[in-house]
């Protein structure tokens, strides 16, 4: 009962945080970077993501948000597979490509790619690539959060991740 009560008053609050307050905020909240691929009947596609989180280990699952106003969403809804390759730091280059306005030749024609489960690409020099099949789709706003069971996983040498904060690439750790 009282959660019901606390849930009808924050309903009735205004809105009070705009769009682009929203972003700046948002740049301060750091990020690994990753590439987000698929293949199948839709076609190969990929796309460079930051909003990525483990969701939970049992079974293992991450989520991805994707932008539905992105070229490569019909192909991740025909799939329904991923693959979730984190960028190592020196991958900045890729993760431009990856994200948007170029073509998906190009995109893909600047790595080398092999496959495990699902014949998602896995991005060779990724730090880890995490091979998944799609399990839920939830819509969001203009976003589609993606829950990705894993299949596979692939390790890659160890190495600096590369982060997104401040609206610039950094790099973290070993
Ligand atoms: N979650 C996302 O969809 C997301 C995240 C990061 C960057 N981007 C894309 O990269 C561009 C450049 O980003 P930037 O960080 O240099 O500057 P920005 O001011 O556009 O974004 C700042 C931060 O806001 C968040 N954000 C940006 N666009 C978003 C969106 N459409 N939905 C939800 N969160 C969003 C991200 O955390 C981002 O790092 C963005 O305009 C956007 O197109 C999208
Ligand atoms: C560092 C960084 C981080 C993100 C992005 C970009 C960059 C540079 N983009 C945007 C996304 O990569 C871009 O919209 C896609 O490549 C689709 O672009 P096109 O519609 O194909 O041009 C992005 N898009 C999305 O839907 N979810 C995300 O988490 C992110 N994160």
Redesign the pocket.
Known sequence: MLSHSVAACANDLPPRVLKHDYRDAMARLGAA?NVITTDGPGGQAG??????CSVTDEPPTLL????R????YDAFLANGVVCVNVLAHGQEAL??L?????SMAERFAAAQWGELATGAPVLDGALVSFDCRVAETTQVGT?DILFCEVLAIRHGEPGKGLM?FERAYHGLGI
């Open positions: 970077v796309f460079t993501a930051s909003a990525v991805v948000c994707l932008n106003g992105a070229s490569v993760s431009n990856f994200g948007g306005k170029t976003h997104y």
